[in-house]
T-cell receptor, first 112, second 112 residues
């Protein structure tokens, strides 16, 4: 167990509404990531963070923003949700002595 | 050419068989190689990781890296129905700041 909690686990929202997903870790690691997983595309990196207020874009960042005001929390915001953002979202961390990523259980988001 | 290629399957094998899962890659800078197992509606969990070339064994699982061919494999011996899942390969460079690149995953079914 990597001590990662994602909330909510499931959400249905309407097109055009803002949505925020939360990733909380209990181990205070610097490196945190947001991925989305879609059939045929696998895991794609949305945004990542190397510490408080240190964030950057991944390969599919359009329509998403992130914030990291505390080490333990990494928030992903969809400013105005679209149907193309229907997906399963995973948060991941990397520990200081490891290259591997450890994942949360995911948030299943449906935009209708 | 995509950085990491993985056959999506599905791959169906009878219980007790040896399973071979494979990925190819194009970036010679990759040094760390990982395999994740993902059950339906769950987050990916790290199964094994290896550094550079060679083999690594853990119980019924063996990870193999051939950097000269840019080819990695995961072997599962004495496969069990509980091994039915999606297996994702992943790889990264030496630096922890390097992104982890994932294959799209292979769906595996072990038939009782």
């Amino acid at each position: 167990d990597a001590g990662i909690t994602q909330s909510p686990r499931h959400k249905v929202t309407e097109t055009g509404t803002p949505v925020t997903l939360r990733c909380h870790q209990t181990e205070n690691h610097r490196y945190m990531y947001w991925y989305r997983q879609d059939p045929g595309h696998g895991l794609r990196l949305i945004h990542y963070s190397y510490g408080v207020k240190d964030t950057d874009k991944g390969e599919v960042s359009d329509g998403y923003s992130v914030s990291r005001s505390k080490t333990e929390d990494f928030l992903l915001t969809l400013e105005s949700a679209t149907s193309s953002q229907t997906s399963v979202y995973f948060c991941a961390i990397r520990r200081p002595m490891n290259t591997e990523a450890f994942f949360g259980q995911g948030t299943r988001l449906t935009v209708v | 050419q995509k950085e990491v290629e993985q056959d999506p399957g599905p791959l169906s094998v009878p219980e007790g068989a040896i399973v071979s899962l494979n990925c190819t890659y194009s970036n010679s800078a990759f040094q760390y190689f990982m395999w994740y197992r993902q059950y339906s509606r769950k987050g990916p969990e790290l199964l094994m990781y290896t550094y550079s070339s060679g083999n690594k064994e853990d119980g019924r699982f063996t990870a193999q890296v051939d950097k000269s061919s840019k080819y990695i494999s995961l072997f599962i011996r004495d496969s069990q129905p509980s091994d039915s899942a999606t297996y994702l390969c992943a790889m990264s460079g030496m630096n922890r700041d390097d992104k982890i690149i994932f294959g799209k995953g292979t769906r595996l079914h072990i038939l009782p």
